[in-house]
Every structure is written in structure tokens, then in C-alpha cells.
């Protein structure tokens, strides 16, 4: 289950008269919203790329894998290097992503810059595109269960480590403060559960 399902519908069972307004926004707009005090709490992919003022906590780790098209050969060993997408077209998220460098980083420690053939926003999208057949792409390996029909995610052979937070503003009211304390309960209590 993503991580948001096992946030919010076990916060509002346990605080029903506390009003949560969620709005879909990249980690970027999440930060700039709470220090405009539209926003109280967000999730957000780590790390921030300007997170001054602001609390965060890990609240989940995952890995990128690669997503592979329709008609690309899986490889025999279970897991890929990077490096064997070196001449492939690549999906990649959007520069306003932190995904964007930090894809765009281990494809140069893995000896290459990738060919970028689209971007896009959401990992719907990209998975979408790669169904398509336009390219590969790295993606969470938590997004194994939104992948199209033909899309294969294999593990790469050098994980690349990535991680979701929440975070406040260091000057948050206590409902907020509250609310991540609740999040960060509600998380631990599903890892042990899922265990």
C-alpha cells in the first residue's frame, strides 16, 4: 500500500475533528507552500533540494529499479547494471523532480549521460511511456504495482537509494507537529505489521 493510504485514512479514524485539505504537489511546491503558510505538513522525495527552516523525517526507503519495454531482453542474472542502458532512449522525471539529478548523477558515476527521449511528471506517465516502447526509465521499486501490461522493473545490480519524508516548517504550529508525530507512529506501526 503507497504511503499515503497508510497515513491518512488511519489519521482521520483517530482524529475525525481534525479537517486534512490534501493537494498534489512536487517536493519543490510542498516546500515553498509551508513557508507561504499554505500548507502545513507534505510528503516529499528526498532530498530537499532547499530545505532550510524545515523538520523532516524519513518515513520510507526505497530503491530505483529499471523499467524495461515490451521486447527488451530481461537479463538472465536477475539484476541490470546501469551501465547496460548506456544506449538506451531514457524516460526521465522533470527537472523540478529530485529524481531528475539524482537519476542524471548515477548514470554519470556509471560512465554515461543518458539520452534523454522525454520527461515527464508523474510515474504514471513514465511507465506509460516505456509501455509504449519510447525508452526505459529508473523508477521506485515501490511503483512495481502500477506497471502496464509488458513493462518489466528488474533490480539494478547497484541499488540506488531513495527516500520519502514529511516535513514542517521548524516553526510549525502543534497540530502539525502532532500530525507528523501521528504519521511517523502510523508508519512504524505498518513496517511492523508488514514484517
Known amino acids: 500500500v503507497g504511503l499515503l493510504p497508510r497515513i491518512v485514512s488511519p489519521f482521520r479514524e483517530?482524529?475525525?475533528?481534525?479537517e486534512l485539505v490534501?493537494?498534489?504537489?512536487?517536493s519543490v511546491e510542498v516546500v515553498r507552500a509551508i513557508r507561504a503558510y499554505k500548507a502545513d505538513v507534505g510528503l516529499v522525495r528526498l532530498p530537499l533540494v532547499d530545505g532550510a527552516g524545515m523538520a523532516v523525517e524519513v518515513m520510507e526507503r526505497d530503491v530505483l529499479v529499471a523499467a524495461l519495454p515490451p521486447g527488451m531482453a530481461a537479463p538472465e542474472s536477475g539484476t541490470l547494471p546501469l551501465s547496460a542502458l548506456?544506449?538506451?532512449?531514457?524516460i526521465i522525471y522533470g527537472p523540478i523532480s529530485v529524481l531528475n539529478p539524482v537519476i542524471r548523477l548515477n548514470c554519470q558515476r556509471a560512465g554515461f549521460?543518458?539520452?534523454?527521449?522525454q520527461e515527464a511528471v508523474q510515474?504514471?506517465?513514465?511507465?506509460s511511456l516505456v509501455q509504449?516502447?519510447?525508452?526505459v526509465a529508473l523508477v521506485p521499486a515501490r511503483a512495481a504495482r502500477l506497471a502496464p501490461d509488458g513493462?518489466?522493473?528488474v533490480p539494478l545490480a547497484e541499488p540506488i537509494d531513495i527516500e520519502m519524508g514529511i516535513v514542517r516548517s521548524e516553526a510549525?504550529?502543534?497540530l502539525a507537529a502532532n500530525f507528523v508525530r501521528a504519521a511517523m507512529a502510523l508508519v512504524d506501526t505498518a513496517s511492523i505489521s508488514e514484517s
Open 132 to 135: 509504449a516502447g519510447l525508452g
Open 113 to 117: 549521460t543518458p539520452k534523454v527521449a
Open 22 to 26: 490534501l493537494e498534489e504537489m512536487n
Open 151 to 153: 513493462v518489466r522493473l
Open 172 to 174: 510549525a504550529s502543534n
Open 123 to 127: 510515474v504514471q506517465t513514465i511507465l
Open 86 to 90: 548506456a544506449g538506451e532512449p531514457f
Open 14 to 18: 483517530a482524529f475525525p475533528e481534525v
